[in-house]
């Protein structure tokens, strides 16, 4: 195997964030969904033996070649796997939290139900953020994706073909419609529903962008060898943290070494074990697919949530059932930047979580809340740490929290900076 490029020195840093946004500009969607950081391993791990022998070439260089990719087709299956080391019955509800889920949170001001759409994509996409999903994707140019997840015995889609942005629930026989697709805001590399989440990762490349977004001064990149991928050469561009405190170890991706595209993102923790994200393709075809892949139109019977016309519910008859899901986040102070960054942000009422019955909450309830973090003292006061393998959260008990991908000695000396 040919040698490769050691580690970028600071001296090529400038260099090296020039080509980082360059790539960050033209990374080309694979999926029409949109994240918040959901972190994501099933994929084998990359070759490390019959590697094919590729040009050499430098961490510069590839960063550059990712940004002078040109894919606008393809299609492929996409393995991705979450190992954030929550309980087993924390994972499990992660999608009551998302907006639009069923459950907390779900009502409306004009009466409805509360329970949302089966198909809302805000509460099904969050879904990737733990566990192992399969999913099919296809891409034919900015205007025409789709992303499918595939169950042992249901199909989730997510379709956007010109101004109509459609997902589909084959479980519930549930579908969610959004116009003026074409038009909207950043979905996941770049496209997708005005109204439909901006922040879930789906594919290599998703991810890709995510990790290059944070290359700086504070990162060492490197290009490490080569790799087999869903049967295509490709280089491996490794990414690691320099400064102290990040919990992040170590992010590999996997680059075509022909057209430039991510094909396999890895994200390993500081604290070792197994990976935290793995999301790689097992098949992937660069050629146009096929007009009908896109096409889509619901059978009579099933139910459709139209986006912004209310609550009302009826059959696909001409009948709407519909929920504006958009809302403002909370103000979010970050503290730091680049691998070690925390965000700060204030809970709502002011009060951090219960710790005895006078909180209004049964007693075994806040000793059950007290036994999943760790307690922690400091010139901020009092408060609960809550960790998982990647991303950690400081709550205090005047109801501040402090959150990032940065251990715990981390998150209390920013808290204790912050008073």
Partial sequence: MAPYEPEQDSNEAGELRAGRRKAVRYVVPLAVAGVAAATIGLVPALATSGDPDLPDITAQELIEKIAASDTQQLSGTVKISTDLGLPSFASGMTGSFAPGAGGAGGGDEDGGDGKGSAADPSAKLMELATGTHTLRVAADGPDRQKLSILDDAAEYSLIHNGDDVWAYDSASNEAYHSKDGGKAGEGAGGHGGKDLPKR?????EDFAEQALKAVD???????????QVAGRDAYRLVIEPKAAGS???RITVAVDAKTGTPLKFTLSPAGGGSAVVDAGFTKV???KPAASTFDFEPAKGTKV???GDGNDTSLHEGGKDSRDFRGAEP???VIGEGWTSIAELK???GRGLPTSASDDVPQEAAKFLDSLGDKVKGDFGSGTVFKTRLVNALITDDGTAYVGAVTKDALVKAANAAR
């Fill in 200 to 204: 879930v990762p789906a594919t290599p």
């Fill in 217 to 227: 001064k504070s990162t060492s990149v490197k290009v490490d060898g080569s790799a």
């Fill in 247 to 249: 919990t992040v170890g």
């Fill in 285 to 287: 075809d660069f050629g």
């Fill in 305 to 307: 949530t139209e986006e």
């Fill in 331 to 333: 103000g979010v102070n």
């Fill in 347 to 349: 809970l709502p009422g």
